[in-house]
């Protein structure tokens, strides 16, 4: 089956660029989740997935990231060793089997022109494919710049594509390398099975918003077919009736000499009657539960996601949580746990927040 381009996409600078590259969410976390430890020294990790041309467009999709074991840079040159090549080579059979290498990535602190030509040389000796990627991330200001080789050079990208799906590949390897990167599990990754949860219960209630909205206008729209019916039967009567009147009137001039005979016209004799009333009820649109399992199933929030969380929740201790007191704002709870207030980002990230004071006492917070 052709691959398709991924409908659930982030831009990130100017795309119009080619090759298009897309990088997988879990990805992007991982190297933001190393750049701190790049403060000291520069990390280097190596890109897994695979370069492709879709649609008359060369494409990257790059779903997987592996630390290097060991980088040295010195002066403008980048050094890496050949048991940093034999263990990259080792961990992509281990968690990306089937996936290429399609580029690397560098954290430092500085600027990549400085290490120009280092950069160069380790591209072109061991990632030297047409549209392979290099990125470029600052450790300290957080500022990142892409490259794709082409006709020979790294030459700069305006931007990229994030997107999102399962990627278990990326996951295990996160968790597999938690503790040698000094990353807690809530910092980790965050909990698909309960976001997708989460936003299958908030489209379940739009979803019941609409369908009250709906049931509201079919009774107004009722209402109205009523009240026409109603105008349109009473302006028929009252044709009926003129009508009647005039035939009566006929009846009269002709009849007038006639006594003992009945001078009432036969069509006044009818009865006209309008049906105003209309008992008919709206259909029941209480949700049965095949509804709320159909709508959880198009959320990609089906229960068949729920065990992977669990299973990631059950390593979690009491240490990994804050329990959100009388008082607390995210600034506070960061500053009292880390000292500083840089952390209020990753608390909102790590526990689903789009509004971080939106929190209420009692709370347990996953603390990056």
């Avoid at 600027?111 to 280092?118: E, F, I, K, V």
């Avoid at 080789?149 to 030459?155: A, D, Q």
């Avoid at 597999?176 to 489209?203: C, H, L, W, Y």
């Avoid at 039967?233 to 000499?257: D, I, P």
Wanted: charged fraction near 30%.
């Amino acid at each position: 089956m052709e691959r398709q381009f991924p409908k659930n996409v982030r831009q990130v600078g100017n795309v119009s660029d080619e090759p298009k590259i897309y990088v997988e969410d879990y990805v992007d976390t991982y190297l933001s989740q190393i750049r701190t430890k790049a403060i000291d020294a520069p990390v280097a990790a190596a890109l897994a997935g695979e370069i492709m041309e879709q649609d008359g467009q060369p494409v990257v999709y790059i779903s997987g990231a592996i630390q290097m074991k060991e980088i040295t840079v010195d002066g403008t040159e980048i050094l890496i060793n050949e048991d940093t090549k034999n263990d990259l080579e080792e961990k992509k059979k281990q968690y990306f089997e089937g996936q290429d290498i399609v580029g690397w990535c560098l954290v430092e602190t500085g600027h990549p022109m400085s290490l120009n030509r280092g950069v160069n040389k380790i591209h072109g000796k061991m990632f030297a494919k047409e549209n392979s990627i290099f990125i470029w991330k600052d450790s300290v200001e957080n500022d990142e710049m892409f490259f794709a080789y082409k006709y020979g050079e790294l030459m700069q990208m305006g931007g990229h594509y994030i997107y999102y799906e399962r990627n278990p590949a990326m996951q295990n390897y996160m968790i597999s390398t938690r503790r040698q990167n000094g990353v807690t599990p809530s910092e980790m990754v965050e909990d698909r099975a309960a976001k997708n949860f989460r936003s299958a219960i908030k489209e379940k209630a739009e979803y019941r918003e609409q369908r009250q909205s709906s049931r509201i206008l079919y009774v107004t729209s009722v209402l109205l077919v009523i009240i026409v019916l109603v105008i349109g039967v009473s302006a028929m009567n009252n044709y009926e009736k003129m009508e009647s009147v005039q035939s009566s009137l006929e009846s009269l001039s002709q009849s007038v000499n006639k006594p003992g005979e009945d001078k009432t016209p036969a069509k006044e004799k009818k009865v006209y009657a309008a049906d105003a009333g209309d008992d008919t009820q709206p259909e029941d649109t209480e949700e049965t539960e095949d509804e709320v399992k159909e709508s959880t199933e198009e959320t990609g929030g089906s229960a068949e996601n729920m065990p992977e969380a669990f299973a990631t929740l059950e390593q979690l201790s009491e240490t990994d949580f804050y329990v959100v007191k009388k008082g607390d704002t995210l600034d506070t709870i960061s500053i009292d746990v880390y000292g500083d207030r840089g952390h209020v980002d990753a608390i909102c990230k790590m526990n689903g927040l789009k509004d971080g004071n939106l929190i209420y006492i009692g709370q347990k917070l996953l603390l990056p």
